[in-house]
């Protein structure tokens, strides 16, 4: 059996990482690219046991979707047979301070790749994926929200992954290609960036655990998410990818969960019982069992324009794929948890013991 060869834009990134691993373990020739930075950003690559080798299997390039002309040497080069394109500005709240370069990133960036493929005379046999999003459904009236919802985006982020979406749409109906989107909700790992905000909480709650904080600040409380394992979501997205016809495919778990259920159960891994108190940005989160303060809310977290309620119909995905979400939003904060709890143990050890 002839090995393929995928490229994955923003493979340092939670589901890029997790996506390397998954394609290694079926036999991939895997080649990911990542932005030049100051700073190595590789931690989550180094947590799966994913090196660049000479002769291996996995690859890294320097490529940026804002780059064009980069983007085209790569693909030309390295004749992937799939495409997942998953590099962005991921961060909705700061999109609203950058929101030229998020479009530039996140809308403009898809169509360089879409462009690349055409041009080189690959769209009859190379399968591009995009990472699309449920924040192109923003603030809709509508839920759970399936391939058929209108879409109503509320931040520069979501405008931007909306040009992505339909790019990818125009160049399959366009141009013939396999190009698919995947309507990601909400996906959450121990390799979720510490400025999400679930992980913002699991962090906190390590740093409770082991006496090095006091108390958690947060944003909006009552945001309502459809949150499923990152694990499972690479799953579906390579589904996705294999699929005879390509399409458009919401990826979700069918059930919602506000930031306040997320705290409570990460503050019970602990064995905290969060009780709350007062109303608006003066509720505070109580530990029943000491009577401390634990978690407070502060206005600063707060966005723009907010999206109160996401929550994904994955019935077409199930019917057609086959695909569903296995691990449960308690066994996700709980590994997120125990996770942030014993990186912190084994740094303040590492301190102590140099």
């Not at 997942?84 to 403009?108: E, I, K, R, W």
């Not at 769209?123 to 994926?129: D, E, L």
């Not at 019970?268 to 989160?285: F, Y």
Request: aromatic residues 8%.
């Amino acid at each position: 059996m002839v090995s393929k060869t995928a490229l994955i834009t923003g493979v340092t990134g939670q589901d890029g990482a997790y996506l390397a691993a998954y394609l290694l373990e079926k036999g991939y020739t895997v080649h990911g690219t990542m932005r030049r930075s100051s700073a190595p950003n590789h931690y989550r690559l180094d947590r799966l046991g994913l090196t660049p080798q000479v002769g291996g299997a996995f690859h890294l390039h320097y490529a940026d979707l804002t780059d064009a002309m980069s983007l085209m040497r790569l693909i030309a080069a390295l004749k992937p047979d799939e495409i997942y394109n998953l590099a962005a500005q991921s961060d909705v709240a700061v999109s609203f301070s950058v929101a030229a370069y998020t479009h530039q990133a996140n809308g403009l960036g898809a169509v360089h790749l879409l462009e690349a493929v055409r041009h080189l005379g690959m769209a009859s046999h190379v399968r591009y994926y995009q990472a699309s999003t449920s924040e192109l459904y923003g603030d809709g009236p509508v839920w759970p929200q399936n391939e058929e919802t209108p879409f109503r985006p509320c931040s520069p982020y979501g405008v931007a992954k909306l040009t992505a979406y339909w790019s990818t749409v125009n160049y399959r109906h366009g141009y013939q290609m396999h190009a698919s989107n995947g309507i990601l909700f909400n996906h959450e790992s121990p390799l979720r960036g510490p400025n999400f905000v679930t992980r913002k909480v699991t962090i906190a709650v390590a740093e409770i655990a082991t006496g090095q904080r006091e108390c958690l600040m947060i944003g909006n409380l009552n945001a309502k998410r459809d949150w499923g394992h990152a694990k499972d979501s690479v799953d579906g997205i390579w589904h996705i990818t294999q699929h005879k016809e390509p399409g458009d495919y919401v990826l979700a778990t069918g059930e919602t969960h506000s930031v306040r259920e997320f705290i409570e159960r990460a503050f019970a891994c602990i064995g905290a019982d969060i009780q709350w108190q007062g109303e608006g940005v003066h509720e505070q989160g109580i530990d029943r069992k000491t009577g401390k303060v634990r978690v407070q809310v502060d206005p600063q977290f707060f966005r723009p324009t907010e999206v109160p309620l996401l929550c994904g119909d994955p019935s077409k995905v199930r019917r057609e794929l086959g695909w569903q979400h296995r691990i449960s939003f308690e066994q996700l904060v709980t590994e997120m948890v125990e996770s942030d709890i014993a990186q912190l143990k084994a740094q303040l050890t590492a301190q102590l013991t140099s």
